[in-house]
């Protein structure tokens, strides 16, 4: 796995967002598509909401990714 630290700098950000800006997705349609297969986890369960708010200390896992919010 590798670990990225993602620091929050408003209050929450939108899963799809995140994928873009960590560089995981190129674009916010495949970010979305990562989301609606599956591939994507939020504190261990599968999430499907592609605009699910993130706060600090959520943990997203994709593929060999796991992002910690901070």
Do not use: C, P, T, W
């Amino acid at each position: 796995m590798k670990n990225i630290d993602f620091q929050l700098k408003e209050e929450y950000i939108e899963l799809i967002k995140l994928l873009k800006l960590v560089r995981i997705a190129e674009s916010g349609g495949q970010a979305k598509l990562f989301v609606e297969n599956g591939e994507v986890r939020l504190n261990r369960e599968v999430e499907h909401r592609k605009r699910a708010k993130l706060k600090k200390n959520d943990l997203v896992e994709i593929f060999e990714f796991q992002i910690l919010i901070k």
